[in-house]
């Protein structure tokens, strides 16, 4: 499953790693948009595979930021 | 003599109207998990209360005098009790024609829909019709092709007069689409829900794509994406549970105010919890429903909407009983940026207020309108000064408390700055035309060019304004009415309402007239 940006902004933080198991509604990371930090939350419960984004980028709307699998 | 044999008749005409399109269709139909017309009725209103008008409608052939077979016509309807109040409810039969219209015989939903006009009643769609007389059957039903008229102008006045309720509870194209979105409330069930202005046949046949129906006009697409549909429910029951809920917080026309609904909370309630809800760090959100939760009566807030335009919340809620209609930024959300979809569901959401006499309230944490590209491509200044006009239009009592930001062109647009309106704010209120950041930058971009260390002297500029943001400020000069300790804000609020509705005892009733929206 992939994760993406629902709106532009840049990824002030990563809180997982990639193999880390998450539950849904888990904080993944905090992207910062319109100078709000606004955590970025895991749609469903699974193991994170690839993170696709560096503390500090720019992402755009619709983004990958990350890939959850089981 | 008697007319007992007409009256028997009427019985047996009535059983056939009851096995809609057959025993085969109807299992079909249900075993898709869907309940067929007359049970989606029953399980939408108050046990038993259903009377159906048009039940003898239908196509009859005959054998001399001799009736041989009979297809009921596909759209049921009449009137019903749903909570205790009169509504008038109609809906498509899938398992005949698959509930096109041009099966539902002599213009009974056309009917349906002026009785709840005339009746001054809300209207209820179970809409679950695969198109209107487009149907190409119709040219060989009737040996020609046909200037299309839906008539559309009851259609459109009705929305000044009446709630009118839609649900998508199968595949809904053409005219059915149409009656789905033009509604004040509209709910589409979670994968056997699916709107489209037409088909993927007709997809398929028309621009070449193959697509299936689900990813062409699911709930993910209408309730998520194009705001179609307000709300997605998972199954009929919910969908059934959510046109009750919305329609209890609204009269039965716009000739009448909202009635009090149940009183379930203390109006005097204090929560703690307001007085930290509010993170100090500037860039730190908050939980905005959590808020609103300590604030309005418990267990009284519906959203409307929730999934779509996420950085405006709309919300229906009662404050010691009283229905008012709830405006909210999102922080978690675009960082609460009035973005185009988000000024779409305001208008919207303020229309309905406005149209059915519900006070406003605003709790405002306005950053500003959404920027980049994308929001200039999406059109962001022209729906956002049609949520600005929705907002100026409206004569509903509006009362607005600034829990945080209110900056910028969509900052002001939390009230009409040219009526009194009750407003508060919170110590946390900050506000301006540009956020100090950057807007710094952009006024004084010479002197610090200019300057030996411009990050120094752009840094000790912030300073000295960061000084001068306290609130305090600026209710010394009576541009913030009243700042007030968070945890008050309920009871002033219970107050406010009891005023706004004493107000609306006076109020010019009916259909409103707004001018032309730019």
Redesign the interface.
């Given at each position: 499953m992939e994760v993406r940006a629902?709106?532009?902004?840049v990824i002030a933080e990563i809180r997982v790693s990639v193999g880390d198991r998450v539950s849904a509604e888990d904080e993944l990371l905090v992207l910062?948009?319109?100078?709000?930090?606004?955590?970025v939350l895991s749609p469903a419960a699974g193991a994170v595979q690839h993170i696709a984004v560096e503390q500090g980028q720019f992402v755009?709307?619709g983004a990958l930021l990350l890939r959850l699998g089981d | 003599m008697t007319w007992q044999p007409e009256v028997d008749e009427i019985e047996r005409r009535k059983q056939l109207a009851y096995q809609l399109g057959g025993q085969e269709r109807v299992e079909r139909h249900q075993s898709q998990g869907k309940l067929t017309i007359r049970d989606r009725i029953e399980a939408l209103v108050d046990a038993g209360s259903f009377r159906e008008r048009g039940v003898l409608a239908g196509r009859a052939e005959y054998e001399g005098d001799e009736l041989k077979s009979f297809i009921p016509s596909n759209y049921v309807m009449g009137l019903a009790t749903l909570d205790g109040r009169r509504v008038v409810v109609g809906g498509d039969d899938f398992t005949v024609r698959g509930g096109a219209a041009d099966g539902a015989v002599g213009g009974k939903s056309g009917h349906a829909e002026r009785m709840a006009r005339e009746m001054r009643l809300p209207m209820v769609r179970l809409v679950d019709g695969t198109g209107g007389g487009g149907s190409v059957r119709t040219i060989d039903n009737i040996g020609r092709t046909y200037v299309p008229g839906s008539s559309w102008e009851g259609i459109t006045s009705m929305m000044a007069e009446v709630p009118v309720i839609a649900a998508a509870m199968g595949s809904v194209a053409g005219i059915g689409a149409a009656r789905v979105a033009a509604s004040h409330f509209s709910v589409i069930i979670r994968g056997t829900g699916q709107v489209f202005t037409a088909g993927p046949p007709v997809v398929e046949r028309g621009i070449g794509v193959k697509v299936e129906k689900e990813e062409l006009g699911g709930a993910q697409i209408h309730a998520r994406k194009s705001g179609v549909c307000d709300n997605e429910a998972e199954d009929e029951a919910d969908a059934f549970r959510q046109i009750r809920a919305f329609l209890s917080y609204l009269p039965d026309n716009t000739w009448r105010l909202p009635e009090r609904g149940p009183v379930q909370d203390a109006p005097d309630r204090r929560d703690e919890e307001l007085l930290s809800v509010i993170p100090r760090d500037r860039r730190r959100p908050h939980n905005a429903r959590r808020l609103l939760e300590h604030i309005f009566d418990r267990g009284s807030l519906f959203e409307v909407g929730r999934y779509f335009g996420r950085a405006v919340i709309t919300m229906l809620g009662r404050l010691d009983g009283y229905p008012v209609a709830i405006l909210a930024n999102d922080p978690m959300a675009v960082g609460g940026s009035l973005d185009a979809d988000g000024s779409i569901k305001m208008a919207k959401f303020v229309d309905l207020a406005d149209t059915f006499n519900l006070p406003v309230v605003n709790l405002v944490d306005q950053p500003g309108f959404m920027i980049g590209i994308a929001a200039e491509e999406a059109g962001t200044i022209k729906w956002g000064v049609r949520a600005m006009a929705a907002v100026n239009q409206a004569t509903v009592p509006w009362a607005s408390v600034i829990i945080r930001r209110a900056y910028g062109v969509a900052g002001a647009a939390h009230q009409n700055q040219d009526r009194w309106n009750y407003r508060i704010a919170w110590p946390s209120g900050d506000w301006g035309s540009l956020p100090i950041e950057g807007g710094v930058q952009a006024a004084y971009r010479r002197d610090i060019e200019a300057a030996e260390d411009p990050d120094a002297y752009r840094a000790e500029l912030e300073a000295k304004f960061n000084a001068m943001r306290s609130p305090f400020r600026t209710a010394e000069a009576f541009n913030i009415e009243e700042i007030v300790d968070p945890r008050d804000t309920r009871p002033l609020l219970v107050a406010w309402t009891h005023d706004a509705y004493r107000v609306l005892e006076t109020h010019p009733l009916g259909p409103k007239y707004r001018g032309m929206r730019p």
């Open positions: 629902e709106w532009p902004g910062e948009s319109m100078k709000m930090l606004t955590p755009d709307e | -």
